[in-house]
């Protein structure tokens, strides 16, 4: 079995390790793909997330309360999870010298089945994805019985850009109109 915090990356400058980039990260993205064991292929879907960092990065999504995904993860609850974006420059200025650009971040975890039987916690995850997507926060739970969060505790984060980042504000990529002169050339 894989042991994914000494697995190693290909350009390891690359590798993001700084919370508040990786959070940056996160935040200028509202979709998640999550990969969910199946036989004899991973079981991938995209869905919009939240997140909370505290001593743990938990990421929430909602789903429905029956289905494939349900199914699964009542067999086996450890998921990954990628967040990405990405522009292709073709045409355009290039940036650093690269005709693209990425940000990734990946989490490998334990996912849960949070229901409105669990108020607290169900609010969170609803509000984390709210808040997320910009949108005002819930004062209450919502009454839906056919509504789950699917909440996501991370054991290992891996995250990557297209060259090397070192601070907040490279977190989000450069336009493809940015202006030549700029201190990141």
């Known amino acids: 079995m894989t042991d994914h ?3 190693k990356m290909n350009h390891e400058d690359r590798r993001i ?14 979709v998640c793909t999550v990969a969910i064991q199946d036989e004899p292929y991973p079981y991938i879907v995209p869905m919009n997330y939240g997140y909370v960092w505290e ?8 789903m429905a309360d029956k289905g494939h995904r349900l199914d699964l993860l009542g067999k086996n609850p450890f998921v990954s999870c990628n967040i990405n974006m990405f522009l292709d420059r073709f045409g355009k200025k290039r940036y650093r010298n690269e ?12 996912a849960e089945i949070v229901s409105n039987g669990e108020p607290e916690e169900f ?14 926060l819930l004062r209450k739970a919502p009454a839906n019985k056919n ?3 699917l909440k996501v505790t ?3 984060i891996t995250a990557k850009a297209q060259y090397p980042i070192k601070d907040i504000e490279e977190a989000a990529m450069p336009p493809l109109d940015w202006e030549a002169g700029k201190e990141h050339l």
Do not use: C, P
């Open 123 to 136: 609010l969170k995850g609803l509000n984390a994805l709210r808040k997320n997507a910009g949108h005002t």
């Open 5 to 7: 915090r000494q697995m």
């Open 55 to 62: 001593e743990k990065l938990v990421l929430y999504m909602h």
């Open 147 to 149: 509504l789950l969060v």
């Open 99 to 110: 005709g693209h650009d990425y940000r990734s971040v990946t989490v490998f975890g334990r």
């Open 154 to 156: 991370a054991d290992v």
């Open 17 to 30: 390790t700084d919370q508040e980039i990786i959070k940056a990260i996160m935040s200028e993205n509202i």
